[in-house]
């Protein structure tokens, strides 16, 4: 399994923006994405990118929320605008190996190696 390291996390007013990074300590070749989990709720899917390039987002990131990767430096990235006090939660990096790009799944169960997280607040 391959280690991710999450970064970037911090507390941003309503509006305002957070640019999320997470390093993983080898190639994986299938999907890596983000998910969430705010207290008392279950894990979200928030985006997903497949080693070709495609991607998917939640409804509720769509048109905010940017998944990229930097292949040189192997570091996938989020770059959350617009945020919302509902977007408050602790951000996970995941990773699952696939060679099916089109499939791009949103359920933690499909994602067999997790980071430790990373703390955003948004206040209003």
Not at 71 to 97: F, G, H, R, V, W
Request: proline content about 3%; aromatic content about 12%; overall charge positive.
């Amino acid at each position: 399994q391959v280690q991710l390291v999450e970064s970037g996390g911090g507390s941003v007013q309503a509006g305002g923006s957070l640019r999320l990074s997470c390093a993983a300590s080898g190639y994986v070749y299938g999907y890596l994405a983000w998910f969430r989990q705010a207290p008392g709720k279950e894990r979200e899917g928030v985006a997903v990118r497949h080693s070709v390039g495609s991607t998917r987002y939640a409804d509720s990131v769509k048109g905010r929320f940017t998944i990229s990767k930097d292949d040189a430096k192997n570091i996938l990235y989020l770059q959350m605008n617009s945020l919302k006090p509902e977007d408050t939660a602790m951000y996970y990096c995941a990773a699952a190996p696939s060679t099916t790009s089109w499939l791009l799944p949103l359920e933690a169960s499909r994602y067999n190696s997790w980071g430790q997280g990373t703390q955003v607040f948004v206040s209003s």
